[in-house]
Every structure is written in structure tokens, then in C-alpha cells.
């Protein structure tokens, strides 16, 4: 649903980040909350006091009370409305379905969903008040600065977001990289030329991957993109509610914290594209409308790659060809030199470690999958 919205209403890769990491971080958080209440009161499911009853759904050993379907969709309805307002009505009827089927299927009691009701929206509350007080609301009052070898253009996106709250790092500016090549120097212009002669002989295989990966506006975004991956390996391998909702909700706030250390980098080095230092380059999609360095889906791509490489270890391969095919996706297309992709790709696996780290230090051990 999350997904749906970000695309039908156009989020820009930053936003949807920041979206995806407070919807997911509740979610995770209404889990951990649903479980430790399960296992203080240990109440038995419906279906196994009464052998007459025959319920429309497998019978499970976990604790009924309270229901964690109801504490997910109540946290998740209500973080989403506080979005999208106009659909807040709806979603809170949608959350209001998906507890009621609990009954309907026979696997909780009516106390068991209201408590799970009232859990998620306390977490919803705390939620909707950490993403209120994260400085997104500020309003741009600056100036494009200008010169040579500096980005060009009127009304970029999010020059703001470098001074978001973060969840796992210190500040906004704790990897932020080096500066890029200095306009016109030899490396400078030797990218610049890998930039024109790539696109001006661009391959089919290249072209597709430009394609496969361009994740523009009306997209789920990169950050949406690798949810999906993340979504297909959670489903692949059948984990347990609170295993998805750990990786999920780890997964939002490092791609939250990856998009506001990118944009703090982009705005404060305000490095030019390459289209902008030399017209002649035609690209095979939209030039972005912020600056380059360093790329944004390397950054995404490297930092999600790592953390569900973390999580599915016998997948790790698989995901870091993927990371690096979306970052070298940015070259093929003409919008970013090969500095913006490396240092962005060596920003994310930084960012990912941090990530990780924080993980092990709240759960003691490495996550494997497991049902």
C-alpha cells in the first residue's frame, strides 16, 4: 500500500525514503511490542480451547493476545493517513477490515483485536510525532548558487533534506565523502569524456539496464525498488511476521538516514551534471533535477544491497551485482560520472555497516532467515 501511493502520487526518491522509514519502523516497532505481550500473558488461541471450532485460517502455537494484525494495520493505517490525508478515511476503514477478518476467520478473540487496535495506534502516535518534529516540514529559502563547475537550474529538489533528523546516524554529515574531481581538471574532464562516449554508444544491454533501473517519478523510487527486493526474499523464504518486520523496519531507517546523507553531500558540494558541462550529451532518461555528485541509487543500491546481504547471506552475491548494475545504470544513461557512482557505492556500504551494527547491538546475534 505504501508502495502504491508513493508512485501514484509522484514522491520524490527522498521523500518516499523518509516514508518508507517511518511507516516501516512502526510497523517493526508494533511487532516487537505485539510479541512481548504475547508472551507475558500467554493466551491460547480460540481453535485450540475448543476443538469444535474450525477456523478458516491454519491454527497457530504463537499467543493470541493481542493480535499483531491488528497492531500492524492499525499503526500502519494510521502513520499513512498522516500523509495522505485525503486517503486517511479509506486507510482507516482498510486497517478496520484486515483486524475484523481475524474474527471472521476464527483465530482471535474480539479482546485479543481490540488490544492489538490499541497498541498500533499508540505507536502510530509516536510515530506521526517523531516524522512531525524531523525538520521535513521546513521550507527552502536559498539561492542556486552560482560559478564554474557548480549545478545549474532553478527549484531543486530537497535542499533541505541534508538537514533531516536521522535515525542511525550522529548527523546529517557524518560520510559525507571528499569533494568530487575539481571542474576541469584531467580526471574531471576524463569522466566527462567516459559520460559522452558511453551514451553516444550506448548497448542494447546497457540501455535496458538504464531503463530497468531509472525508478523516475511515478515510480516506487529506488528506495521503493529495493522494498520490492527485500519484499520478494521475505516471501521467498516464508519468514515469520516479527523476522519481516525487523528486516523492513531496519531497511526504512537506513535507506531514511542514506537519503538524507546523499542529499546533505549533493547540496553542499552543488557539483555539476554532466549534460550541464557539456550540452552535447543526449540522455536516455531525464537528468534528475538536483546535483550529481554523488548518485543517489548508488548510494540506495550499495546500502540496501549490504543489509539484506546481512540478512540473507546465501543471497549476498546476487545482491551486490544488482547494487552495482543500478549504480553503473546512471553512467549508461548519461546522467552521472563515475566518481558520483563509486563514492556513493563506498557511502552506502558505510552507511549499511552503521546499519547493521545497530541491528546486532539491539538483538545480541546476526539475523539468519528462519521461519
Excluded at 33 to 54: F, I
Excluded at 354 to 369: E, F, G, H
Aim: with cysteine; net charge positive; glycine share 6%.
Amino acid at each position: 500500500m505504501t508502495l502504491a501511493l508513493i508512485q501514484r502520487d509522484k514522491l520524490n526518491p527522498v521523500r518516499a525514503a523518509r516514508l518508507l522509514g517511518v511507516v516501516h519502523t512502526a510497523m517493526a516497532d508494533a511487532v516487537v511490542a505485539s510479541w512481548d505481550a504475547k508472551y507475558a500473558y500467554q493466551r491460547r488461541p480460540p481453535a485450540v480451547l475448543s476443538r469444535s471450532l474450525r477456523p478458516a485460517l491454519p491454527v497457530s502455537s504463537i499467543p493470541s493476545y493481542p493480535s499483531e494484525h491488528a497492531a500492524v494495520a492499525e499503526a500502519a493505517a494510521a502513520v499513512l493517513g498522516s500523509f495522505f490525508t485525503n486517503d486517511a478515511a479509506a486507510l482507516a476503514a482498510m486497517a478496520h477490515e484486515a483486524c475484523e477478518t481475524r474474527l471472521m476467520a476464527g483465530t482471535n478473540y474480539r479482546s485479543d483485536i481490540e488490544a492489538g487496535q490499541t497498541l498500533g495506534q499508540g505507536v502510530a502516535r509516536k510515530a506521526i510525532l517523531r516524522a512531525a518534529s524531523d525538520g521535513a516540514s521546513a521550507q527552502w529559502t536559498g539561492t542556486v548558487p552560482t560559478g564554474p563547475g557548480l549545478w545549474k537550474g532553478t527549484n531543486p529538489v530537497e535542499p533541505l533534506a541534508g538537514s533531516w533528523k536521522t535515525w542511525i546516524l550522529t548527523s546529517p554529515s557524518q560520510l559525507r565523502p571528499g569533494p568530487p574531481p575539481t571542474f576541469g581538471s584531467a580526471q574531471f574532464l576524463s569522466e566527462l569524456a567516459e559520460v559522452k562516449q558511453t551514451v553516444a554508444n550506448v548497448t542494447p544491454s546497457q540501455r535496458a539496464i538504464a531503463l530497468f533501473w531509472a525508478d523516475a517519478g511515478g515510480t516506487v523510487t529506488p528506495p521503493g525498488h529495493w522494498f520490492q527486493i527485500a519484499g520478494d526474499l521475505i516471501a521467498r523464504d516464508n519468514l515469520s511476521t516479527p523476522r519481516a518486520a525487523r528486516i523492513l523496519g531496519l531497511l526504512g531507517a537506513t535507506l531514511t538516514d542514506t537519503a538524507i546523507t546523499t542529499w546533505e553531500t549533493k547540496y553542499y558540494y552543488w557539483y555539476i551534471r554532466p549534460n550541464q558541462a557539456d550540452p552535447s550529451i543526449i540522455t536516455i532518461i531525464p537528468t534528475p533535477n538536483f546535483p550529481s555528485y554523488t548518485s543517489g541509487h548508488s548510494t540506495f543500491s550499495s546500502a540496501s544491497s549490504e543489509v539484506l546481504a546481512y540478512f540473507f547471506p546465501r543471497d549476498a552475491r546476487q545482491l551486490r551485482y544488482m547494487a552495482e548494475e543500478a549504480g553503473l545504470s546512471r553512467l549508461y544513461a548519461g546522467i552521472h560520472y563515475r566518481s558520483d557512482i563509486t563514492v556513493g557505492a563506498d557511502v552506502g556500504r558505510r552507511m549499511a555497516a552503521l546499519a547493521i551494527k545497530r541491528d546486532q547491538a539491539n538483538n545480541s546475534v546476526t539475523l539468519l532467515p528462519s521461519r
